[in-house]
């Protein structure tokens, strides 16, 4: 029905003639983004009725890695799919000490030779990977990026050479890591800047943030101009993720939520969500093809999404405190979450059947 | 303090033209239909879901995450 989605007191034509006198941009986009504009919405779900179901899941914990002696905050997968970087309250990752607690974000570079952490420090400093037990990594390290307020999260870009950071005092900054130097920086989010992703390098330059706002926001990382910003969760945004194509991406919120944003249609296409979930998702990553969402929650559980279903197609317990970073490895075969349990659990598939009929997930 | 004031009312003009820039620039841009949308999401989930090994698992001795068996015979 055309007319369905419209609120009281509007009509078509009511609608159609703000748009063309250019009443108010700002709600406007918004109602769009929220897809109660025009009526006939087609979401992601009843595009892919005629998919088929995913078969019941059955996950395994493959390692679990102890050597944390507090929260795990963040973790990150080297390109070689077999190290993992991870950092915790009182700073230890890969046994390097660092002089302050609360590492928030950490990040391993695309050669596997440097990590780059940071936290409450303000700083991101950048660390030369060594397996010489003899020599003192701390000695080599660099500070690279430096905010006014903490670092949230870091990502170099294709390269050893240059790194993203988003920080707790609104914005997002991009350095040259040898020498230290702000090459671009970002200002749009009202609030702290909690997360960010870098596009998939076929689809160019761009990343996207996600902040206290409640704003995801696109970035042109060359000109740093804010390219879309999508605001339609309802709390902090913990965390965001581009799908595999570069298309579009997810996001994870303090309000219980995970949605997916489409870049080309501009608005959120898809919303992962239960009423019986109501804790925060601190951290969402895809699998490979882009077919589920992991999403790690303050309540000490994972929820596994069919992303082109909207349904909820497995729950993983084992952590005994809140899921604070998930991410799936580079060859897809397991994803890593940590947790303020300090410990890391690497899961794996077991093996999938098929079920004839698909019920809703109680 | 009156310096302040209008200082305020300054930077919240700025501020409300540059959200009004922002605004036009992000009305000009080109969108895609929602379903045109959805349909090439699902496109490259299909065309990738064969090689997911989350979705189809790999057989036990590609899985770099196995459990490592020995086999122990009595002679």
């Given at each position: 029905m055309a007319t369905e989605g419209l609120h009281e007191n509007e009509t078509l034509a009511s609608l159609k003639s703000e748009a063309e006198v250019g009443g108010s941009l700002e709600p406007r986009r918004l109602r769009l983004q929220r897809g109660t504009d025009y009526g006939l919405v087609l979401p992601v779900h009843q595009v892919a009725e005629r998919v088929e179901a995913l078969g019941q899941f059955v996950m395994k914990t493959r390692r679990t890695l102890k050597g944390h002696g507090n929260k795990v905050l963040c973790m990150d997968?080297?390109?070689?799919?077999?190290?993992?970087?991870?950092?915790?309250?009182?700073?230890?990752?890969?046994?390097?000490?660092?002089?302050?607690?609360?590492?928030?974000?950490?990040?391993?570079?695309?050669?596997?030779?440097?990590?780059?952490?940071?936290?409450?420090?303000?700083?991101?400093?950048?660390?030369?990977?060594?397996?010489?037990?003899?020599?003192?990594?701390?000695?080599?390290?660099?500070?690279?990026?430096?905010?006014?307020?903490?670092?949230?999260?870091?990502?170099?870009?294709?390269?050893?050479?240059?790194?993203?950071?988003?920080?707790g005092d609104g914005t997002c900054a991009l350095w040259d890591v040898e020498s230290g130097q702000l090459l671009q920086s970002f200002h749009g989010h009202g609030a702290d800047v909690l997360c960010l992703d870098l596009a998939p390098s076929e689809t160019g330059n761009t990343f996207v943030s996600g902040g206290c706002d409640k704003k995801a926001m696109v970035w042109d990382m060359r000109?740093?101009?804010?390219?879309?910003?999508?605001?339609?969760?309802?709390?902090?945004i913990n965390s965001v993720r581009y799908y595999p194509s570069g298309d579009a991406f997810a996001s994870g919120s303090d309000d219980a939520t995970c949605r997916l944003y489409d870049l080309r249609a501009d608005r959120e296409v898809a919303i992962y969500s239960k009423e019986s979930i109501i804790f925060g998702a601190s951290s969402v990553d895809f699998s490979l093809s882009g077919r589920l969402l992991f999403a790690g929650y303050n309540d000490y559980t994972i929820n596994v999404w069919d992303v082109l279903k909207g349904s909820r197609v497995s729950i993983l317990f084992g952590h005994e405190n809140r899921v604070s970073t998930l991410r799936v490895s580079p060859d897809g075969t397991a994803f890593c979450s940590g947790s303020w349990d300090h410990?890391?659990?690497?899961?794996?598939?077991?093996?999938?059947?098929?079920?004839c009929e698909r019920r809703e997930d109680g | 303090m009156k310096e302040v004031m209008s200082n305020n009312s300054t930077t919240s003009i700025s501020q409300a033209r540059k959200a009004v820039e922002q605004l036009k620039m992000e009305a000009c841009m080109d969108r895609v239909k929602v379903s045109q949308a959805a349909a090439d999401l699902l496109a490259y989930c299909e065309a990738h879901v064969r090689e997911d090994p989350l979705i189809i698992p790999v057989p036990a001795s590609e899985n770099p995450f196995r459990e490592k068996k020995f086999f122990c015979t009595i002679l």
């Open positions: 997968w080297c390109k070689d799919k077999r190290r993992i970087v991870s950092s915790s309250q009182v700073c230890h990752e890969h046994a390097v000490t660092m002089p302050c607690t609360w590492v928030m974000a950490c990040a391993y570079a695309p050669s596997g030779c440097a990590i780059a952490c940071g936290g409450l420090d303000n700083k991101c400093s950048v660390y030369p990977l060594t397996f010489d037990k003899n020599e003192n990594m701390a000695a080599k390290k660099k500070s690279v990026a430096m905010h006014t307020n903490y670092l949230s999260a870091c990502s170099f870009t294709n390269s050893d050479m240059q790194i993203l950071t988003a920080s000109s740093g101009q804010c390219v879309q910003a999508f605001e339609t969760h309802e709390s902090d410990t890391l659990r690497v899961r794996g598939m077991v093996f999938c059947f098929p079920v | -």
